[in-house]
């Protein structure tokens, strides 16, 4: 008989420490979201999200400046663009390990 929650792959823990968690929300809003596809990159080689998280991050973090050039006039969408981003991604980062639990 095979249960689903015996059987479960064990999901690695994302943060290590509060201390650890704070850094890497700051990081991401101190680089004004530009670092945050690296961090869920992370997240998701220890699957924590699926692996289309951080291409999503990547694409509006990194696309949104290049776009902006290639297009001009960026002053009046592309910071919105990347403060919404940068906002996503750091509550997004404050929520990543919010359900774990230890003996998982």
């Known amino acids: 008989m095979s249960n689903p929650y015996i059987n479960a792959p064990i999901r690695a823990r994302m943060y290590s420490s ?9 990081v991401v809003v101190a680089s004004a979201g530009l670092l945050a596809p690296p961090l869920f990159f992370i ?8 692996m289309y998280v951080p ?3 990547a694409v509006f973090a990194w696309g949104t400046p290049i776009v902006a050039s290639i ?7 592309s910071g ?5 981003t ?12 919010i359900d774990w639990k230890s003996g998982r």
Do not use: E, P, Q, S
Not at 43 to 50: L, M
Not at 71 to 77: C, D, H, P, T
Not at 80 to 84: E, Y
């Open 18 to 26: 509060t201390l650890h968690k704070v850094i890497w929300v700051v």
């Open 43 to 50: 997240a998701a080689k220890k699957r924590v999200v699926a």
């Open 55 to 57: 291409a999503l991050y």
């Open 71 to 77: 297009v001009g006039n960026a002053k009046n969408w």
């Open 80 to 84: 919105g663009v990347l403060a919404f």
């Open 86 to 97: 940068m906002i996503t991604a750091a509550v997004h980062a404050a929520i990543l390990d």
